[in-house]
């Protein structure tokens, strides 16, 4: 039997994969708003605070305004390699800001298993996004 935990972590990484992908290959200005949106929703049903979500998809998409032009010079292949540690990145810079802001500890073993999940379905979301798109 799968436990429960797994597939939260399963879905929580799938979406933050989902976000960065679209914010890679279908950015609008309006993925401020849904970046936002999505930020406070994690953070209360989440942590029950407002903060290390929100601030971190703000951040990320703020960076990828600044980088725009220099990733679009990048081959697909860099994009993805790009994509997958940009999603290691979010996943511990909002570990780093749930521990400043909110005092919430995570393991060492908790921040391995988020980079074991990726890599895991990394691949498989990857191809499934792409066969959407197309």
Do not use: R
Not at 26 to 36: A, D, E, K, T, V
Not at 42 to 59: A, K, P, R, T, V
Not at 71 to 92: A, D, G
Not at 107 to 121: A, G, P, W
Request: contains cysteine; proline residues 1%; charged residues 5%.
């Amino acid at each position: 039997m799968v436990e429960i935990e797994y597939i939260n972590i399963f879905f929580y990484i799938f979406f933050h994969l989902t976000f960065i992908y679209f914010l890679f290959y279908h950015y609008h200005y309006s993925i401020f708003f849904l970046g936002l949106f999505y930020g406070v929703f994690f953070d209360i049903f989440l942590i029950n605070e407002i903060g290390s979500h929100l601030l971190c998809f703000i951040i990320l998409i703020s960076i990828y305004v600044l980088l725009k032009k220099y990733l679009f010079l990048l081959s697909s292949y860099q994009v993805s390699i790009i994509i997958y540690i940009v999603l290691i990145l979010t996943l511990f810079s909002e570990v780093m800001f749930a521990l400043l802001f909110n005092n919430i500890y995570f393991s060492f073993s908790s921040m391995l298993k988020y980079i074991l999940f990726s890599l895991i379905i990394y691949i498989p979301s990857i191809f499934i996004l792409n066969k959407i798109d197309n």
